[in-house]
């Protein structure tokens, strides 16, 4: 993959290429095919985020096996989601530096990047039930690049805890609102600020919740503008998500 860049950039110094001609070269680059799995290589420069690692299913010698094709390609910080805990401490033997984060289920490999996106990502749970699915989003937020601020246990059912925040809230340009039971954080939080809210609909609740089912067509069905709404328990994808925004800058 080096060696395709260099030629790449080789020929644009000489003026054999365009800039236009050798961006949509690397776009289009190749991944690296280790029989279980195709690496994709040039996820960073196509989104601008680099492939993340979905343990659930995976071997830890397969996870070692993507790792060390990511990081020989230049991958510094990798994460690696729903990752269990017999076999993270698996992993731990056969990778270096790896931060596992069992809450959370998450793996980190490597040194956390300082931040570099334009504010602050407010990370918000109804309940402490839904601490690590926040976790989740709040961590996937952190190895992309983003500042983190965790609002913790300031659901609807004593709302005092929601409004005591204010300040933080509204100094947020994203947050991410984890909710089960009947999912309303969202649409309050929507309907107090300015930034996108991103509703993360959580498992937790009793029988009625319908294993977040309830909380998903709550949100799905918010009458706050500007909230958006990811798959239940997807803390990765909100985090995801929210890192995207608030690295968008306007475009000349």
């Known amino acids: 993959m080096n060696d395709e860049m260099r030629r790449v950039l080789e020929e644009v110094r000489v003026g054999s290429l365009s800039v236009e001609e050798a961006l949509g070269r690397l776009k289009a680059a190749p991944f690296e095919d280790i029989g279980?799995?195709?690496?994709?290589?040039?996820?960073?420069?196509?989104?601008?985020?680099a492939e993340v690692i979905y343990g659930a299913g995976k071997t830890p010698d397969q996870m070692a096996g993507i790792v060390e094709v990511m990081q020989s390609n230049?991958?510094?910080?990798?994460?690696?989601?729903?990752?269990?805990a017999d076999a993270a401490a698996e992993l731990a033997t056969l990778i270096d530096d790896l931060t596992y984060h069992a809450q959370a289920r998450i793996g980190i490999i490597g040194r956390m990047p300082e931040p570099d996106g334009l504010g602050t990502i407010v990370v918000a749970t109804g309940g402490t039930s839904d601490i690590p699915i926040a976790e989740e989003a709040a961590l996937t937020a952190e190895v992309a690049g983003n500042r983190v601020h965790r609002l913790y246990d300031v659901g609807v059912a004593g709302l005092h805890r929601t409004l005591a925040h204010l300040d933080v809230l509204m100094?947020?340009?994203?947050?991410?609102?984890?909710?089960g039971m009947e999912g309303a954080l969202p649409s309050v939080l929507g309907g107090l600020v300015a930034c996108p809210v991103i509703a993360v609909p959580t498992s937790v609740g009793y029988?009625?919740?319908?294993?977040?089912?309830?909380?998903?067509?709550g949100m799905l069905n918010s009458?706050?503008?500007?909230?958006?709404?990811?798959?239940?328990?997807?803390?990765?994808?909100?985090?995801?998500l929210a890192s995207r925004i608030n690295h968008m800058r306007a475009k000349e």
């Open 36 to 49: 279980y799995a195709k690496v994709d290589l040039h996820r960073k420069v196509r989104q601008g985020a």
């Open 74 to 84: 230049g991958q510094g910080t990798v994460l690696i989601t729903r990752l269990a």
């Open 171 to 179: 100094d947020a340009t994203v947050i991410i609102a984890v909710a």
């Open 207 to 217: 029988g009625a919740a319908l294993g977040g089912i309830a909380a998903l067509l």
């Open 223 to 240: 009458c706050a503008s500007g909230v958006s709404v990811v798959n239940i328990d997807n803390g990765f994808g909100a985090g995801f």
